[in-house]
């Protein structure tokens, strides 16, 4: 099932099934921005990420002395049991309680709603956490966003860079082949705020930042106007990930990250977890902006 909302800038509709966004649309110019999810190359367009991010080692963890099988980037991909709590013409909210099902999976009472909402051409995407639990909780939360590069017809992916709010010199966080953290960097900009896309750039997987001074990063091209711009300032990470050689890009905000490759398991020793206590609630938002001149 689908649901749309739309404003007089962008049409954006989002899947019932994990509440992904599908479809981020230009009103002025029809344009997709989204990637299309082709089952044979990556068949996701925008997974939500909750309560975990990325991979663990062994496909487990522990939490409290007791052995889970958290799914890679967690809970609410994939998930049939999201519901629509309030539909408008600019807003979609979703939710997901914990039930038995989560419970054998991730042992901790939460309620979890993402709102998508339109504001002339910017879409905002607000995560809220609850904790219903009668102790802490603890969960890492991020997006996982997949966009079209090229996104006009008759360009190339090599046309498209990505510029950072401040000029950067940072070094991206090395995975190793079980795509676990690894004490290994790798330096990827250098006193700049542009990095150019090149279809081997992702050959070892993503490059993930974990100091950037940047809150905001643009998708732009040399041969075009269009520029999709990813704030942040909610986020202590970012991701920037795609298939080798694919036709998208992934900007990517995270609280949280994948396991070290030398974790012991423990759940609540990984890095960037947020511990929410009984009865609060936490939120965080990301936005897409959409900018067109022709």
Known sequence: MKHTISNNHLQVTVLNKGAEISSVQ??????????????????SHAPVLFPAIG????????????????????????????????????????????????LATYPYKFRFNIVF????????????????????????????????????????????????EETETAETTLLSTKGLITDQTEKILYNTNKLPLKKD??????????????????LKSKKSNQVLTVSYSDFEYLGIWAKPNA??????????????????GDYLK??????????????????IEIEEQF
């Open 270 to 287: 990984k890095d960037g977890l947020i511990t929410l206590p009984k009865g609060e609630v936490f939120k965080a938002r990301y936005v």
């Open 55 to 102: 991979s663990f080692k062994n496909n487990e963890c522990t939490i409290d002395g007791k052995v889970y099988q958290i799914p890679k980037h967690g809970i609410i991909r994939h998930n049939e049991d999201l519901t629509v709590k309030n539909h408008q013409p600019n807003e979609l909210n979703f939710q997901l309680d914990y039930s038995e099902k989560t």
């Open 26 to 43: 230009s009103q002025k110019s029809g344009l997709e921005y989204m990637w299309g999810a082709d089952p044979a190359i990556w068949g």
């Open 117 to 164: 909402e339109l504001q002339e051409n910017e879409l905002m995407v607000s995560h809220q956490v609850t904790n219903l639990d009668n102790k802490q909780i603890h969960f890492a939360l991020g997006g996982h966003p997949g966009f079209k590069c090229p996104i006009n017809e008759g360009e190339e992916y090599e046309d498209y860079y990505l510029e950072f």
């Open 201 to 218: 750039l992702f050959n070892n997987d993503a490059l993930i930042f974990k100091d950037l001074k940047s809150r905001k990063v643009s």
């Open 247 to 264: 036709p998208f890009v992934c900007i990517e905000p995270w609280l949280g990250i994948a396991d070290h490759e030398k974790t012991d």
